[in-house]
């Protein structure tokens, strides 16, 4: 089967880049591919259209923006069908972000700052370097929700602060394993009062991005969170409030962990939910199943996620055997993915997931 893998490749690139062509008449047939099975086959773009606005509650300013929207729902579309063909083990189709040209989805919802260049670089530098934990008894299917340490699915809206709930992600199962009560951390902390800058002066940046590592440099300075009840999130850049005699979470120490994926899976047992950057090139049109695409650049990393779990039993028809996965908490609400998770495969550093992996060691609460 192996060697006749990169002709396998060859030609779905090739069946890609056709469907990505525009096609006269193509469009109802295409949706008909796309749509989740109890919406009727039969209706056309227009409809389906409709049926998007009403699911996601989108309105437009005027005639002339509502046509520009339409186009780009079109477009989208046709994006979601490239996708299912390079990511065949996940669904793909209409999200509430298949009105948004993949531009300004990157500038909206995408923050991690500089996940291709030196940032990365030096992580994985840091990387090569982190402690080593034993790997003989890991379990089979391993998640922090079933174990009451992961907080309900936040929604960033339309700031570039996926880092924040990353970091916030991560403290609060450490917080967690710490006192054994579970607290919702303030990402709007971090949007607010964090412009902790790493070494190559790459400084975070409330709504305009930020990485975990320097954001858990800032809580480690500042002294810690306060809870999201006593700072909750507005989705906007804001002045600091943070009130260091309501913290409710500290951080001593936390550390990179390895690109090593069974040394990932012995960092998430022992230490809670990791912190980790993602290419989201496929995220925009996931609607569920588990994510293994053929072709994802594993060095440009541009989305920030939490990585709460991982199981055995995905399934890939395509390689002829089950595919272990990740499981991973995103944050743009509960309405995305699989109830606003992401699962991508274990194995093959798929979107460069385990590229930047970072974890709180030591943590005290007050």
């Known amino acids: 089967m192996d060697q006749f893998r990169p002709f396998l490749l060859l030609a779905i690139l090739a069946v890609t880049i056709s469907a990505s062509l525009p096609q006269s008449g193509a469009d109802d047939s295409l949706i008909r591919q796309v749509v989740s099975d109890d919406v009727s086959t039969t209706l056309g773009a227009e409809a389906h259209f409709e049926i998007f606005k009403t699911t996601f509650g989108k309105t437009y300013a005027d005639e002339e923006e509502h046509d520009r929207r339409f186009k780009i729902f079109k477009a989208n579309l046709r994006r979601a069908r490239q996708h299912q063909l390079l990511d065949p083990t996940a669904e793909h189709g209409m999200t509430k972000f298949s009105d948004m040209t993949p531009a300004e989805f990157r500038r909206t919802y995408l ?96 709504c305009n991005g930020g990485l975990m590592t320097t954001a858990f440099e800032y809580v480690k300075k500042s002294g810690g969170l306060q809870s999201e009840s006593d700072y909750p999130y507005t989705g906007t850049d804001g002045s600091c409030k943070f009130n260091n005699k309501k913290i409710v979470a500290s951080v001593q120490n936390f550390s990179v962990v390895s690109t090593d994926e069974d040394q990932i899976a012995a960092n998430l047992v022992k230490h809670g939910p990791l912190a980790i950057g993602i290419n ?87």
């Open 111 to 206: 923050g991690l700052k500089k996940g291709a260049s030196k940032s990365l670089k030096r992580v994985l530098s840091s990387a090569s370097n982190a402690p080593v934990l034993p790997t003989d008894n890991l379990p089979e299917d391993f998640d922090w929700r079933d174990k009451g340490a992961v907080t309900d699915v936040k929604d960033q809206g339309s700031c570039g602060s996926c880092w924040s709930f990353s970091t916030t992600g991560a403290l609060e199962g450490a917080n967690f394993l710490a006192n054994g009560k579970l607290v919702s951390l303030s990402e709007q902390q971090l949007v607010d009062c964090d412009h902790e800058c790493d070494e190559d002066n790459t400084c975070d940046a409330g």
């Open 280 to 366: 989201a090139a496929f995220m925009q049109t996931y609607i569920g199943g588990v994510s293994c695409p053929y072709i994802c650049l594993k060095n440009y990393l541009d989305h920030g996620v939490l990585l709460v779990g991982y199981g055995a039993s995905g399934f890939s028809p395509i390689r002829l055997k089950h595919k272990p996965y990740w499981i991973i908490k995103n944050s743009w609400g509960q309405n995305w993915g699989e109830s606003g998770y992401y699962k991508i495969c274990r194995g093959y550093n798929s979107c460069g997931v385990d590229n930047m992996v970072s974890t709180v060691t030591a943590l005290t609460t007050s």
